[in-house]
């Protein structure tokens, strides 16, 4: 029963919303999703033209939930992954940055895959583009389309392609994206999950072949369920491995030198680094976490009330807390898991 919200005779949109000729669905909008059209319309006052047959209240759903205005994520906030920052940097930020000298042959390709396993950066990677590009960044979970938006996915996608090429250079980051392009189902695949994929593959030709300045991402930790339609749209395939040692000695000291007061030498932070071989990026946060309660455990023992605890009263995290942490926090990715992602880089992955 969508009655679009805005009539395409000029004028303010504002009023437009207000005041169109059936008053059917007007005043039915909340005024935060009159403001959040007006947001959208061009200089004339008028919502851009693919957006108009879209339900207003999934327009406004991008753009509060999804589109994410302040990544707030920088390079120097990502440890390690050196190859992935310099193959990004080339064929993403740079395009992003000068769309005028990134034409013809050198015009980029719009699709990047990050795979890997979880908790290595690869959200991070991608809010770090838009942050780099200065472009807007709009992020949506693919599982997330088929389980919570049952039906309405391809609509969704719709007023999301719709917002990003409103807000152009704009980054859209799709995660778990295995679950919308993947191989399995074919002939038992059912009827919607097959809609929402065709509409995907769709809106990414579309911006594909167009002078749009929109990239689209997918990561997943499953590439090896991509099919090969998705494979071909997603031209540059990275591989986010786990963190070598270096970088999980970033992350420790990055960490805690944020807000903990600790005390380890190089050789502890040495030791922690041999023991966490095979940590991701988010275990090692997780570790770090788990450390930094150490001197808090030990304070409220010694029989202080956490009302009354005071800063002064904790002694700094030191290689013990650590070593505490470690018999509970565990690695989360096992090494058959790795061996499947390094075949799978060798077969697919852009290598350089
Ligand atoms: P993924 O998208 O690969 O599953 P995320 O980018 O969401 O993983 O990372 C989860 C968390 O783990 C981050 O918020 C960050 O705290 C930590 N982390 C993971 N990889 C790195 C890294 N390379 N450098 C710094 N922190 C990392």
Known sequence: NFVPPIR???????????????????DSLEDSTKRCLEMLCGPDGELPEKLRNLEPRLIEHVSNEIMDKDPNVRWNDIAGLEHAKKCVTEMVIWPLLRPDIFR????????????????TGKTMIGKAIAGEAKATFFYISA?????????EGEKLVRALFGVASCRQPAVIFVDEIDSLLSQRKSDGEHESSRRLKTQFL??????????????????????????????????????????????????IRNLLE??????????????????TEGYSGSDMKNLVKDASMGPLREALRQGIQITELKKEDMR??????????????????????????EDWNRQFGSLS
Do not use: H
Not at 104 to 119: A, K
Not at 316 to 341: C, H, K, W
């Open 258 to 275: 944020k807000d903990g007061l600790f005390k380890l030498s190089e050789e502890d932070t040495n030791l922690i680094c041999k023991l």
């Open 202 to 251: 769709i809106e990414m030709e579309g911006f594909d072949s167009g002078n749009e300045q929109i990239l689209l991402i997918g990561a997943t930790n499953r590439p090896q369920e991509l099919d090969e339609a998705a494979r071909r749209r997603l031209t540059k395939r990275l591989y986010i491995p786990l963190p070598s040692s270096e970088a999980r000695s970033w992350i």
């Open 316 to 341: 700094p995290i030191t290689l013990p807390d650590f070593e505490n942490a470690l018999q509970e926090v565990r690695p989360s990715v096992s090494m058959n898991e790795l061996g499947t992602y």
């Open 8 to 26: 395409s005779n000029g004028g303010n949109a504002g009023n437009m919303i207000s005041t169109r000729g059936s008053g059917k669905c007007d």
């Open 143 to 151: 599982s997330s389309l088929t389980s919570k938006w049952i039906g």
């Open 104 to 119: 013809g042959c050198r015009s980029p390709g719009r699709g990047l895959l990050l795979f890997g396993p979880p908790g």
